[in-house]
């Protein structure tokens, strides 16, 4: 039998279950509109009777001892979350590439008003002005009044000067996508990685203190997602026990490819954040490629690089022998020299925060690949020292002076290369910014990389060098053909033509231009019959050309045909090709932001208010918290008959 | 499916964003009517454009060479008409047919002299016209348009320096000698002798000796031999040759020559070479089997009557070892000599063999002497004399007049790639209609279109954005 007073603990129960209710109703409409906001519930039980189970339970009629508010907690779901930052850095690949290729295409094509008609009409600059160097050249031949030998100069230097600034705009686009890849991109990367391990920090300090820290949830989720648009990333949670049977959750972020899956280079993860450890990203360009060789491209090879984790910023020095954990934290290079009779070296660069634990993975491969070391010396880590021991009786010193070391030996902490970022828009900037489709590619092979921006400027390198060694080849009159060059890199100089630096020859005035190669008879000239120029409009019309790779990859000379037909053509690709690469990755970008649409939904329709959803729960929890102070009036109605109005029948 | 109030306005604001820029794209290609903005709305389109645009700018090329070659032929074939006429005019009693018919009638000898006055008036007239220019170009000066191709020098007709009728270049000699390049490919160089020393080596030969030996020369059987040491330059060898270094027995080549018999010569400092290369750095190397070459003064006329200059009117050109293939361009060369004709010929009468000229104007210099020197001769004499000139005159004027059927070919021709050309304009600008733009009904369409879409989007949000339950609780 239920105490008398029962009831009113059970009306009580229902008026703050309804209240907190009402509560939650009201913080899901505030906050409709709120960025990363998910939808709350409470969480609420039926009390059992308190006998239940008891000695002196009773049987009968027994009542429970009303509802019981547990807590608060989120509409969210794991998967979708998981999915939508997977999508999201698919996505920001794309968006990354194409907003470059946007600024690319602009530079190749230009809306005008064709002279001929009134309409405007979309034209191809760099064969435009092609087209113009050889209808000047056409106009010569057949002895138009107002063509001449200074009408063709100026028609080639504008042609030289649009290849020039073409090529400028290239070099621009690419260092405007380094700097944005670096001021905004691996900055702001950097400061979510570290917000998202402050919120881990806050998120458990709330956790213990017995608060459920949703709304810190919802701004840490936000952080995330921000995140995947720079890089792939794969979250983790990990439940901790915190001691009188209570866990927390524990997250850790680590990079993941373009499923979403933790990537894993032999064996190895890459972790971001870790509980409040976090990581650190670094962009920095050199002319090395991914494996140390020299680059011989004409560009920049730009580099994304991890840092160990860390939540202080510890760094390491080197003592005789040992390396130590020291304070305050610097990033600094440390250099070894290890060995017996023939001192060996190599260098390890150790960026802050790199743990001892990687710097011994680091210096294993390092020895291993030193073939007069390997073997011979074996490292441990002791405290916060990490020991060399050698073999054989062999000593040891290290150095910290960068003496005549070959940079090759340099090794990075992290171990990860550009390759490893699948997704994400650092992603998308690394491959604009260093890949270059069939340059990258060794005769024989498939391209297996992007055309960045690398591929069009070299493109436009290799067209100019074409341009320039037909045009001379016709001009010269010597038996190499090669004396009298039109196009050259420094005015003097016709080899190592580039796009961004053909100019014309210093020594064109007028009587420069080859007209006739058929030695006239004396005192006779045949400098008006003009058969060179003829010759030279078949050389750029007519004549096929076989546009090769110029570089090296690996050391290898790649010697690919890209382009094989006349230069006319080889002018026209560049802008079609580019065309079609746009539409390509557009296409791609659009399914990607079509997808993530689509997964946006889904998360939004489990996770976002719905203002109708809580109007009706407002009107419910309304009721609620109505029928529950009626069920009190009733119970104190009920207690009013019991306490005074019983036991007095037939009271006069 | 759970629909929030967020999900909805975030489908609604993309929705609304894309029925606007729709429409954006549809307003701009109603009035521009353009069928992409860039090559990646349309790379296969953006791909023809550009193709199309490439081709106009080559036809509008090949028009413009047409019209000029077509102003320079007409000019040339009224000139010729000119010339022909002035050749069968009968009209009074100065025209060339009248003058030779009183002659074959016979003439009394102050009659003779006017008569030859009215030839070499006749002959000047044919020059001066055939020197005509069009635009800046001299139009019968074959490869060299640059100057006045005919000129009468002490009553001889000379075509750029070269007499008509015996080849012989006033200019001075030259000699074409083979060597090995730098390629290790035989080629060939020409050297000038100028006017002076060109008289005294003329008829001489050269070559470059094989084995190379020290720089020298040697002058044998009237053969020069020229020994250069290996990496000799052509700059070297013009240096040598024209005595501004000594060769390796310590004299010059004017004194190598007289000491092989040459005599007259004072100085070897006008020689050049042809074509020597500003760095000079070509090396000359001897043939395997070196051969001598003849230096002479003689141009070959037939050649010279025959040069080519190639124009690009759209035959699809094409070369062969740096030649333009004869098929594949207009050949828009007109050398003088073609047309008045060059070179003499054997004819055999009562009196022998003799040489007459082939050229209409040195034929005509050749009967005003006959006229001018027949005094005391009697008609007879003077009737046969210039009668051996007369056949000569007709069959050059027969010649002239096949020629001249021969530019009316090219004209023809011209005629045709010019259609074909102006045909090949209307289908270009078609294609590029077709490729380039939209059609103008589409465009239109489309745009009315999108508004609508755009409209209905802006009405249907307004019905729908502001309705929530809210909005109907009491």
Not at chain 2, 114 to 130: F, Q
Not at chain 2, 237 to 252: C, D, I, R
Not at chain 2, 316 to 327: A, E, F, L, P, V
Request: charged share 20%.
């Amino acid at each position: 039998m239920s105490s008398t007073f029962d009831g009113l603990f059970i009306a009580r129960s229902g008026v703050r279950a309804a209240r907190a209710n009402l509560n939650i109703t009201g913080q899901n409409i505030t906050n409709a509109n709120t960025d990363g906001y998910t939808r709350q519930r409470v969480d609420q039980s039926a009390i059992p009777p308190c006998e239940v189970g008891g000695v002196w339970a009773s049987s009968g009629a027994t009542c429970g001892n009303g509802v019981a508010a547990t807590g608060t907690s989120q509409l969210r779901d794991a998967f979708l979350d998981s999915e939508y930052r997977t999508q999201k850095a698919n996505s920001g690949e794309t968006t990354a590439e194409i907003k470059a290729l946007y600024d690319m295409e602009d530079i190749f094509t230009t809306t005008t008003t064709a002279s001929s008609s009134s309409k405007s009409a979309v034209i191809d600059v760099l064969s435009n002005e092609y087209s113009n160097f050889i209808s000047q050249l056409q106009a010569l031949t057949s002895g138009k009044s107002t063509a001449s030998e200074s009408t063709i100069r100026e028609e080639a230097k504008l042609l030289a000067t649009k290849l020039n600034i073409t090529a400028k705009s290239l070099d621009k686009i690419r260092s405007q996508q380094y700097s944005n890849l670096n001021d905004y991109g691996i900055n702001k990367a950097n400061d979510l990685i570290k917000s998202i391990a402050s919120y881990n920090d806050q998120i458990e300090k709330a956790e213990i203190a017995g608060s459920t820290a949703l709304e810190l949830k919802d701004q840490r989720n936000l952080a995330l997602d921000q995140l995947s648009q720079y890089v792939g990333i794969k979250v983790t949670e990990t439940p901790k026990d915190i001691g009188a049977g209570r866990t927390v959750d524990e997250m850790s972020v680590c990079l993941a490819d373009e499923d979403g899956n933790p990537l894993k280079v032999d064996g190895q993860t890459y972790t971001l954040v870790d509980g409040k450890s976090y990581a650190k990203f670094t962009a920095t360009q050199d002319a090395k490629n991914e494996d140390g060789s020299s680059n011989t491209g004409s560009f920049q090879i730009t580099h994304i690089r991890l840092s160990g984790l860390t939540d202080d910023g510890a760094t390491f020095t080197a003592n005789s022998g040992t390396v130590t954990n020291p304070s305050p934290a610097t990033d600094s290079t440390y250099y070894f020299q290890i060995g017996d009779n023939a001192p060996q070296s190599i260098q390890i660069q150790t960026p802050t925060g790199t743990s001892l634990a990687a710097l011994k993975g680091l210096v294993d491969t390092a020895i291993s690949h030193n073939s007069a070391l390997a073997g011979k010396i074996s490292t441990n880590v002791v405290g916060d020292h990490l020991a060399f021991t050698t073999s054989g009786g062999n000593t040891l010193s290290i150095t910290s002076a960068p003496t005549s070391l070959s940079p090759d030996n340099v090794l990075n902490m992290d171990g990860m290369k550009n390759d490893d970022l699948k997704s994400g828009s650092f992603s998308g900037y690394l491959k604009l910014l260093n890949e270059s489709g069939e340059y990258d590619t060794l005769s024989g092979n498939a391209t297996t990389t992007m055309r960045g921006i690398g591929y069009y400027s070299q493109l436009l390198d290799s067209i100019a060098q074409n341009l320039a060694s037909a045009v001379n080849a016709v001009n010269g009159t010597n038996d190499a053909s090669d004396n009298k060059p039109l196009f050259t890199k420094d005015g003097t100089n016709a080899s190592g033509v580039t796009a961004e630096n053909i100019q014309l020859s210093s020594k064109w005035v007028d009587g420069y231009l080859t007209m006739s190669k058929i030695p006239p008879h004396a005192g006779d000239s045949t400098a008006t019959s003009y058969s060179n120029i003829t010759a030279m409009i078949t050389a750029l019309t007519n004549t096929t050309q076989n546009l090769k790779s110029t570089h090296m990859v690996l050391g290898v000379d790649k010697g690919i045909t890209i382009f094989n037909g006349t230069l006319e053509k080889a002018f026209a690709s560049v802008s079609t090709m580019l065309g079609q690469d746009v539409s390509s990755v557009q296409s791609t970008n659009n399914t990607n932001s079509s997808l993530l649409n689509n997964i946006d939904s889904s998360r939004q329709e489990i996770s976002s208010v719905s203002i109708d959803d809580e109007a009706i729960d407002m009107v419910q929890f309304n009721q609620a918290l109505s029928a529950s102070s009626r069920f009190m009036t009733a119970v104190d109605e009920c207690l009013q008959t019991i306490i005074n109005s019983m036991g007095v029948a037939g009271r006069g | 499916m759970r629909i929030t109030t967020q999900m909805m306005m975030s489908r609604y604001k993309r929705d609304v964003s894309d029925a606007f820029a729709s429409m954006n794209t549809a307003m701009q290609h109603a009035y521009d009517y353009r069928a992409f903005d860039k090559p990646s709305d349309d790379p296969l389109a953006a791909a023809q454009t550009f193709e199309v645009h490439w081709q106009m700018s080559e036809n509008a090329d090949y028009t413009n060479n047409i019209q000029n070659m077509d102003g320079f032929t007409k000019t040339a074939d009224t000139i010729l008409i000119n010339v022909n006429s002035i050749l069968s005019d009968t009209g009074n009693n100065n025209a060339l047919k009248t003058i030779i018919q009183n002659i074959n009638g016979g003439m009394n000898e102050g009659n003779r002299a006017d008569a030859a006055a009215s030839l070499t008036t006749i002959r000047d007239s044919i020059i001066s016209k055939m020197n005509a220019k069009y635009g800046d170009s001299y139009i019968f000066g074959g490869s060299n348009s640059g100057s006045a191709p005919f000129q009468m020098i002490n009553n001889e007709l000379y075509y750029r320096g070269i007499n008509v009728d015996t080849g012989v270049n006033i200019n001075g000699a030259s000699a074409t000698v083979g060597y090995t390049d730098v390629n290790n490919h035989a080629n060939s160089l020409q050297i000038n002798f100028g006017k002076d020393i060109g008289a005294k080596l003329n008829n001489y030969k050269i070559e470059i000796a094989s084995p190379a030996g020290a720089l020298g020369a040697q002058v044998s059987g009237g053969t020069i031999k020229i020994s250069i040491p290996s990496s000799t330059t052509k700059a070297d060898l013009q240096k040598f040759l024209n005595g501004s270094t000594n060769g390796a027995n310590g004299q010059t080549f004017l004194k190598d020559l007289q000491d092989g018999g040459v005599t007259g010569l004072t100085s070897t400092s006008g020689i050049t070479i042809s074509g020597l290369p500003d760095n000079g750095t070509d090396l000359v190397t001897p043939l395997g089997a070196p051969t001598a070459s003849s230096i002479s003064n003689v141009v070959d006329l037939a050649s010279l009557a025959n040069e080519n200059v190639y124009v690009d009117i759209g035959l699809g050109i094409t070369s062969t070892n740096g030649k333009i293939d004869d098929q594949s361009a207009f050949d828009s060369a007109m050398p003088g000599i073609k047309y008045l004709g060059y070179g003499t010929k054997t004819i055999t009468n009562d009196d022998g063999t003799k040489t007459v000229p082939c050229n209409i104007c040195s034929v005509l210099t050749k009967i005003a002497d006959c006229l001018n020197k027949s005094k005391g001769e009697s008609n007879t004499a003077v009737i046969k004399d210039v009668s051996q000139y007369i056949d000569s005159l007709n069959q050059s004027q027969t010649s002239l007049q096949s020629k001249q059927a021969e530019l009316g070919e090219k004209m023809s021709f011209l005629s045709d790639a010019a259609s074909y050309t102006s045909d090949m304009k209307i289908s270009l600008s078609d294609k590029d209609n077709n490729v380039e733009y939209l059609d103008y009904t589409d465009a239109v369409e489309n745009f009315y279109t999108q508004m609508y879409c755009y409209n209905a989007s802006l009405k249907v949000g307004g019905q729908i954005l502001q309705q929530s339950l809210m909005d109907y609780l009491k």
